[in-house]
């Protein structure tokens, strides 16, 4: 029984999880819909992209990877918890985890310390939709914020005082806190 369950669960893995990390254009570009099915599929993109430059306020253009902004909207106005994981109060750390589990299938863990040690890290001009942006909030010389960067220079954190939101690293709060990007390199062996 417990074979069988192991079984089902991988297969289940392999179906949803996308263990290759292809993107969502790729898989689209694999799967070669009939001419119909291809536009109207085309439209829904488009129509979410619309949807989802609106809700984020971010240019349209700049939005590629839909899992993500569908992941992240679950979880807009979820209350700040420090230790949270849930829907009822969630930190900056596991707000990443969950949108990194979600959308790519993929655990960093740890805090947002740990989250800095474990990407590459990048300036913030190269960053791109799913890179983090890290933080030094306190006077500590740790990090200790977290974020989801989604484009036109907006994140998606959990703040302390908001709980989860959209933030612009321009505003002056955040450009003097912000400290790099990170790159999660995904590795498939």
Not at 102 to 120: E, H, L, P, T
Request: hydrophobic share 40%; glycine share 8%.
């Amino acid at each position: 029984m417990k074979k069988v369950l192991f079984h089902i669960i991988l297969i289940f893995s392999m179906l949803f999880c996308n263990l290759g990390f292809t993107s969502a254009q790729e898989q689209a570009k694999q799967m070669a819909l009939p001419e119909p099915e291809a536009a109207q599929s085309a439209a829904l993109e488009d129509y979410l992209k619309g949807y989802y430059s609106q809700v984020f306020g971010i240019n349209i253009s700049t939005i590629f990877d839909l899992n993500l902004y569908a992941s992240i909207e679950k979880w807009l106005g979820t209350p700040y918890r420090y230790a949270g994981k849930t829907i009822n109060g969630i930190d900056c750390s596991s707000f990443v985890n969950k949108i990194y589990e979600s959308a790519y299938c993929f655990f960093i863990g740890g805090n947002s310390a740990n989250m800095y040690q474990k990407v590459k890290h990048i300036k913030k001009e190269e960053l791109t939709e799913g890179d983090l942006v890290f933080f030094r909030i306190n006077r500590s010389k740790n990090i200790s914020h977290v974020g989801v960067y989604l484009g036109d220079n907006k994140f998606a954190h959990a703040s302390r005082s908001k709980g989860v939101i959209i933030s612009d690293l321009t505003h002056p709060y955040y450009k003097k806190h912000f400290v790099k990007g990170g790159r999660v390199e995904f590795h498939t062996n």
